[in-house]
Nanobody
């Protein structure tokens, strides 16, 4: 499985961005998917996860009620809608996939990773 993340950029505080992660391969609909982020000098942080059929989602405490994860299995794509962005959301955002259909919160649980897309929140 190859993952390609896109949609990052520079946005002002309070603004919005929508990230996309497109997966190759035929088994996307069976994979649990997650978004993580990593800021310079910090550990990789769980942002959001979604089950294989999209029925279950979970979020990191720092983004709860501001970010929304979703997926379109027909398009092999997972999305991260980010609203009310804050400077502390600045990081490289990475998507990840696991062959199990559930949601996993730690990077070690994921088998496949995209290259990341940079989000910068600054005035």
């Amino acid at each position: 499985v190859q993952l390609q993340a896109s949609g990052g950029g520079l946005v002002r505080p309070g603004g919005s961005l929508r990230l996309s992660c497109r997966a190759s391969g035929r088994s996307f609909s069976t994979y649990g998917m997650g978004w993580f982020r990593q800021a310079p000098g910090k550990e990789r942080e769980f942002v959001a996860g979604i089950s294989s059929n999209g029925g279950v989602t979970t979020y990191g405490n720092s983004v709860k009620d501001r970010f929304t994860i979703s997926r379109d299995n027909a398009r092999n794509t997972v999305f991260l809608q980010m609203d009310s962005l804050k400077p502390e959301d600045t990081a490289v955002y990475l998507c990840a996939a696991d062959q199990q259909p559930g949601i996993f919160l730690t990077p070690a649980d994921y088998e496949y990773w995209g290259q990341g897309t940079l989000v910068t929140v600054s005035s």
